[in-house]
C-alpha cells in the first residue's frame, strides 16, 4: 500500500512540472489542420525564434483565435519579419491552438 501511495506522489508531481510549451508540428498535426507539414514546421521556427525575444513566448492556447487574427500582424511588424513568414506563423499558431484547446 505505502508503495502505491508513493507511485501515486510521483505522477501527481510529474504532471505538475509539466512545462507549458507550444505543441510541436508533427504530419498528424498537418493532417487536422489542413496545412503543410513544411509550414508548420516553418511557422514554429518562427516562432521559437521571434516570439520571444521581446517577452515570454506566449502560447497558442492562451489568446483566443479572434485576437491571434488582430495579434500577430503587430507582432510580426514589431519582429520584423518577411509576409511569408508571417503567414507561416499565423498558419503555425492557428493550428496549435486547434490542437491544445
Ligand atoms: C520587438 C519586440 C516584440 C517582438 C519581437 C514580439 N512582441 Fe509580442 N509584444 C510586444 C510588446 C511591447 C507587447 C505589449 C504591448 C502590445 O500589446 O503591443 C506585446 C504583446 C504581445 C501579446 C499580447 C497582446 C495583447 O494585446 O494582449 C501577444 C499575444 C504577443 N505579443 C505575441 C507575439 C508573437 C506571437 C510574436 C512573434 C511574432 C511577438 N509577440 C513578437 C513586443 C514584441
Same mark, same amino acid.
Given at each position: 500500500m505505502k508503495r502505491l501511495w508513493f507511485g501515486l506522489g510521483i505522477l +501527481?508531481?510529474?504532471?505538475?512540472?509539466t512545462p507549458r510549451t507550444a505543441p510541436i508540428p508533427d504530419t498528424a498535426m498537418a493532417t487536422r489542420s489542413g496545412? +503543410?507539414?513544411e509550414t508548420l514546421q516553418k511557422g514554429h521556427a518562427v516562432y521559437l525564434a521571434q516570439c520571444g525575444r521581446c517577452?515570454?513566448?506566449i502560447l497558442p492556447q492562451d489568446v483566443s483565435?479572434?485576437?491571434?487574427?488582430v495579434v500577430v500582424p503587430g507582432m510580426s511588424w514589431n519582429a520584423g519579419i518577411s509576409a511569408a513568414d508571417e503567414d507561416a506563423l499565423t498558419a503555425y499558431i492557428l493550428a496549435?491552438?486547434?490542437? +491544445?484547446?
Amino acid at each position: 500500500m505505502k508503495r502505491l501511495w508513493f507511485g501515486l506522489g510521483i505522477l +501527481t508531481l510529474a504532471s505538475c512540472a509539466t512545462p507549458r510549451t507550444a505543441p510541436i508540428p508533427d504530419t498528424a498535426m498537418a493532417t487536422r489542420s489542413g496545412v +503543410t507539414y513544411e509550414t508548420l514546421q516553418k511557422g514554429h521556427a518562427v516562432y521559437l525564434a521571434q516570439c520571444g525575444r521581446c517577452h515570454e513566448h506566449i502560447l497558442p492556447q492562451d489568446v483566443s483565435k479572434a485576437d491571434w487574427h488582430v495579434v500577430v500582424p503587430g507582432m510580426s511588424w514589431n519582429a520584423g519579419i518577411s509576409a511569408a513568414d508571417e503567414d507561416a506563423l499565423t498558419a503555425y499558431i492557428l493550428a496549435a491552438k486547434r490542437e +491544445t484547446r
